[in-house]
């Protein structure tokens, strides 16, 4: 399975971006996540979500970003607003096949086999 990013851009801060990562392949019951990193930081959790939807976001995001899937299109999006600098990083999806449809996706980003490049976030104050 391979993962394409896209979606990353410079935008000032308050301002609203979104991030899309489409899979070239179909991963059953997989939970499909968010990371970002910044510079001269480590991969820290965004957001997850699972087979049938039920979504996970850090604490910095909540009410700010939404995470969403489509199944049928292998594809998971990022909606970003209120936008603020420490939001700044690249961002990766990844993704990890699961036993189940229910499965609590993990925040650890070693537990993910799948990643995709990277799409760098800029946000300007």
């Known amino acids: 399975v391979q993962l394409q990013a896209s979606g990353g851009g410079l935008v000032q801060a308050g301002g609203s971006l979104s991030l899309a990562c489409a899979a070239s392949?179909?991963?059953?019951?997989?939970?499909m996540a968010w990371f970002r990193q910044a510079p001269g930081k480590e991969r820290e959790f965004v957001a997850a979500?699972?087979?049938?939807?039920?979504?996970y976001m850090t604490d910095s995001v909540k009410g700010r970003f939404t995470i969403s899937r489509d199944n049928a299109k292998n594809t998971v999006s990022l909606q970003m607003n209120s936008l603020n600098p420490e939001d700044t990083a690249v961002y990766y999806c990844?993704?990890?096949?699961?036993?189940?449809?229910?499965?609590?996706?993990?925040?650890?980003?070693?537990?993910?086999?799948?990643w995709g490049q990277g799409t760098l976030v800029t946000v300007s104050s």
């Open positions: 392949g179909t991963l059953t019951k997989s939970i």
């Open positions: 979500i699972n087979w049938i939807g039920l979504t």
């Open positions: 990844a993704a990890k096949s699961s036993a189940s449809m229910r499965t609590v996706p993990s925040r650890d980003y070693r537990d993910y086999r799948f």
